[in-house]
Every structure is written in C-alpha cells, then in structure tokens.
C-alpha cells in the first residue's frame, strides 16, 4: 500500500546530494561473470519522474539495460511494497543511502529492519556530517561506519561510504580526508567511489584509484562538470564536451 503524508520519520531516506545521479558501476561480486562490470542507476536523478510513476520509471531503467537501482526515497510506498515493484522490474535494490546518524543504536535497528522489508542488502552513507577540517571527525565518522558493518553484517547487510567533493577539498598531513578514511575505514566498508566529484575537486581520480587497488568495490559515475544547471542530457551526460573527467582512464583503473 501507499503511504499517505509528505514527511518521512522512521523512513526518512535521503538521495544522498549528488548533483547528479548517474549509473553505479559495480564489478560482478564471487567471481561470476569473469569480474565484468555490472551497472545501475541511482533513482536521485530521476525523482521527479519516479514520484509521477515509479514502475513505469523502474521498467525503463530495465529496458535501458541496468541491473540495479539505488534510492534514497521509497516514493510514498512502503518499504516491502517498494522492494517488491523493484524486483517486478526485474532489477535489484543494490541499496540504500542515508546520514551516518541512522547507522547508530536504535536508528541502525530501525534501518536494518527497513532492509528487511525491501530487499536492500546494503546501507551507504550519503555524506560527512561533520566538521570538514576537524580530522577526528572524519576518525569518527570512520568509528561509526565501522561499528556499523559489524553489526549490519549479523543482518546480512553491508555498509558503505558515497564520497563528493568535501572528502578531497581539505588535507591532512598533506593528504586528502579521503585517503583518512580509506585507511581507518575496515575493509567491512564498501567505498562507493564517485571519481567525478574527485576531478571537480582537483584530484587526479585514476591515479587515486592506483594508490588504493582492490579498496573500491563499487563507483558512482558522476559527470565533472561544476554547474550543469540549464544544460540538456546531452550537454550534461558523461563524456560531454564540459565534462573534465578522462573516463577511458577512470573507467581502465575501475576494472583493476
């Protein structure tokens, strides 16, 4: 059934801020498929059109060949009745995104339940809640990200990390926030990598990703273009003349 209201509380999923939401990439998971990439798209990108008709969004998608979507938003549904109509689609519900304050005590309970009901087998904090250039904040948004996966693990659950730009826009030591936390993050947490907002940022993302070979399992594909406000899809997809990101590149160093 449909839920009534316009404000969410025990079901208050965000999208997870992206300026834009483009097909996660995710290398095949037990070795099936020889490692080839599989690709979903985040709902984010479409929520408008997702609130009007979300099965005929989700057929779509299919239709265009992903595999997978990824929400922030049950669009009004509840929770199983949303996991439902995805797997209808005959797509899966790679996962959730969130704040890191719903991965704490009795809101962690709250969100693994939700995936219980939807199907979701993963949780991705959208965001950094603290203080940018406080380094132990980052050290605690590490610690709760890590007690998390322990926890969601007994459920079946993974966690992961989304990065924008703030996590390559201070340094520590003369090295990046993200760098802090892909080393005290434990390798429980999935780092869901998204090497256009690293462009945007300044950073080299395919040389990052050398530096860290075997640390990212999944990628969120975002153009680097710093304001696509007004711009058509086509000016404003991967690989449009704006876009800064070297995707052959990128994409080479994903696959190791």
């Not at 239709?63 to 009004?76: A, D, H, K």
């Not at 996966?149 to 989304?162: I, K, L, T």
Request: net charge neutral; charged share 20%.
């Amino acid at each position: 059934m449909r839920r009534s209201g316009a404000c969410m509380t025990r079901r208050e999923f965000i999208a997870g801020a992206a300026a834009c939401a483009l097909p996660l990439a995710a290398p095949a998971g037990d070795g099936d498929r020889g490692g080839a990439m599989r690709f979903g798209a985040q709902l984010y990108g479409i929520r408008g059109v997702c609130a009007r008709d979300l099965p005929g969004a989700l057929a779509a998608i299919r239709r265009m060949g992903y595999e997978s979507v990824e929400t922030g938003s049950f669009f009004g549904f509840e929770p199983a009745v949303f996991g439902g109509m995805v797997r209808a689609a005959g797509l899966e519900l790679a996962s959730l995104q969130l704040y890191p304050r719903h991965l704490v005590g009795k809101r962690l309970e709250e969100t693994l339940r939700l995936c219980r009901e939807c199907g979701a087998r993963r949780v991705t904090s959208a965001w950094f809640e603290g203080g940018a250039a406080n380094r132990n904040d980052w050290l605690l948004c590490a610690e709760v990200l890590n007690a998390a996966a322990d926890a969601a693990a007994r459920d079946g659950v993974s966690v992961g990390y989304h990065n924008h730009g703030q996590e390559f826009a201070v340094k520590f030591d003369g090295r990046f926030a993200m760098d802090l936390l892909a080393e005290n993050l434990s390798p429980a947490v999935t780092l869901e990598f998204d090497p256009g907002w690293c462009v945007m940022a300044g950073e080299d993302a395919a040389g990052w990703l050398s530096r860290h070979v075997g640390r990212i399992r999944d990628a969120h594909l975002t153009p680097a273009i710093a304001d696509s406000a007004g711009l058509s899809p086509g000016e404003a997809g991967l690989g449009a003349p704006r876009d800064r990101a070297a995707w052959p590149e990128i994409v080479a160093a994903l696959r190791t």
